[in-house]
């Protein structure tokens, strides 16, 4: 194992001095195996699977009209959108607002708070 000790901008600094050119955007790779991986959740939540948490997660985060608010309650619901939602992968119809949560330190406080 190697360790380099150096700032993130000065270790950036390097990599481009040596010629390591930037990549704009997550590489191919990440691509494909986001993909799939979301293709895997579609199967698995889906209807025919019954109703669960993810399930309700997952349609949640498709359903939702791009301009509203979303308060999330408690801590697994915050978990579920976390793990499970759709992500938004088109810039011209990303959420004006983005979801919103209040965590306690008991899971209750934080819808309390609100």
Request: glycine fraction near 8%; aromatic fraction near 6%; charge should be negative.
């Amino acid at each position: 194992t190697h360790h380099v000790a150096a700032s993130l901008e000065g270790f950036a600094r390097h990599l481009a001095r040596i010629g390591l050119e930037p990549v704009v955007g997550p590489p191919p790779f990440w691509k494909q195996l986001s993909s799939a991986a979301g293709e895997v959740l579609d199967d698995l939540l889906s209807p025919a699977h019954g109703l669960s948490e993810p399930f309700v997660a997952r349609t949640v985060s498709r359903l939702l009209p791009i301009d509203c608010h979303l308060q999330i309650s408690s801590s697994m619901p915050i978990r579920d959108l976390d793990f499970f939602a759709q992500p938004c992968t088109d810039p011209s119809v990303m959420r004006i607002h983005p979801p919103m949560a209040n965590r306690g330190a008991s899971g209750i406080d934080g819808v309390l708070s609100t």
